[in-house]
C-alpha cells in the first residue's frame, strides 16, 4: 500500500518570504507521479506542481518548486516571495502503476496549513 | 465548460434519506474520479470511471454508495439510506487520461442530520 505523510500540521510564513513544506512517501512502486495541490477555503483543490518519479530534474513553476529525493522517498514543496493568497492547505499526493490497476487512485497526505502574515 | 462542476454545493438531508450528487467534468476527458474528504483530512478515493464504466470502485464504503456514468460524461455518485457518518465533502475529479493530472471541482459539501 502507499502512504503519505505530511509531517507539519501548521506552518506560517511572513509576506515575501520562503517557506519549504515536507512530504515524505512510502511504495514499492518504480513508476509513479507526486503531485501537491493547494485547497483555499473555498475548497477548490488547485494543482501547485507535478514531479514524473522518471525525470531528475526538480519540477519548478514560478515560484513554487520542488526537491525531489528519490531514494529517500522525499518530496517537498519551497514557495518564494510568499503572497497572501498562499495561504490555504496544502496537500501532498502520490499516484502509481502497478500492473495498470492503480493509476486512478490519488493517494494524499494529511495537509499542512500555510499561513502567510503580511 | 472550462472546469469540472459539481451540483449542489451544499446538501443537508436526514439520516435515511437518499441523496444524488452531479459531477460534469472538462469537456473531453475520459477518466472521472469521486474523492470524499472530511473535516481536516486528505481526500480518499471513491471510484473511478474510464468512459463509461467503473474502472475501480474499491473505496467505496459500502452498498448504500454507488456511482454512475452513462454516457461517459457526467457522473452521479448515490447514497442510500444516509448515515450521519456521511456527511462530507465529495470532491470530483477529471483527467484527459488516467496517467494525467487530475483537476478537481469544488465539491460538494453533504450534511447528514
Known amino acids: 500500500a502507499q502512504t503519505v505523510t505530511q509531517s507539519q500540521p501548521e506552518m506560517s510564513v511572513q509576506e515575501a518570504e520562503t517557506v519549504t513544506l515536507s512530504c515524505t512517501y512510502d511504495?514499492?512502486?518504480?513508476?509513479?507521479?507526486l503531485f501537491w495541490y493547494k485547497q483555499p477555503p473555498s475548497r477548490q483543490m488547485i494543482l501547485v506542481i507535478r514531479?514524473?518519479?522518471?525525470?531528475?530534474q526538480n519540477a519548478t513553476e514560478n515560484r513554487f518548486s520542488v526537491n525531489f529525493q528519490k531514494a529517500a522517498k522525499s518530496f517537498s514543496l519551497k514557495i518564494s516571495d510568499s503572497q497572501l493568497g498562499d495561504t490555504a492547505m496544502y496537500f501532498c499526493?502520490?499516484?502509481?502503476?502497478?500492473?495498470?490497476?492503480?493509476?486512478?487512485?490519488?493517494?494524499f497526505g494529511q495537509g499542512t496549513i500555510l499561513t502567510v502574515h503580511p | 465548460g472550462a472546469g469540472v462542476s459539481q451540483t449542489p454545493s451544499n446538501k443537508v438531508t436526514e439520516k435515511g434519506k437518499y441523496v444524488e450528487l452531479r459531477c460534469d467534468p472538462i469537456?473531453?476527458?475520459?477518466?472521472l474520479y469521486w474523492y470524499r474528504q472530511s473535516l481536516g483530512q486528505g481526500p480518499e478515493f471513491l471510484i473511478y470511471?474510464?468512459?463509461?464504466?467503473?474502472?475501480?470502485d474499491s473505496g467505496l464504503p459500502n452498498d448504500r454508495f454507488f456511482a454512475v456514468r452513462p454516457e461517459g460524461s457526467v457522473s452521479t455518485l448515490k447514497i442510500q439510506r444516509t448515515e450521519r457518518g456521511d456527511s462530507a465533502v465529495y470532491l470530483c475529479?477529471?483527467?484527459?487520461?488516467?496517467?494525467?493530472?487530475?483537476?478537481f471541482g469544488p465539491g460538494t459539501r453533504l450534511t447528514v442530520l
Open positions: 514531479q514524473e518519479a522518471y525525470k531528475q
Open positions: 469537456s473531453g476527458h475520459t477518466a
Open positions: 470511471f474510464q468512459g463509461t464504466g467503473a474502472a475501480d
Open positions: 511504495t514499492s512502486e518504480s513508476n509513479y507521479y
Open positions: 475529479a477529471s483527467s484527459s487520461s488516467i496517467t494525467d493530472t487530475q483537476y
Open positions: 499526493a502520490f499516484i502509481a502503476n502497478a500492473g495498470g490497476t492503480s493509476y486512478g487512485k490519488l493517494t
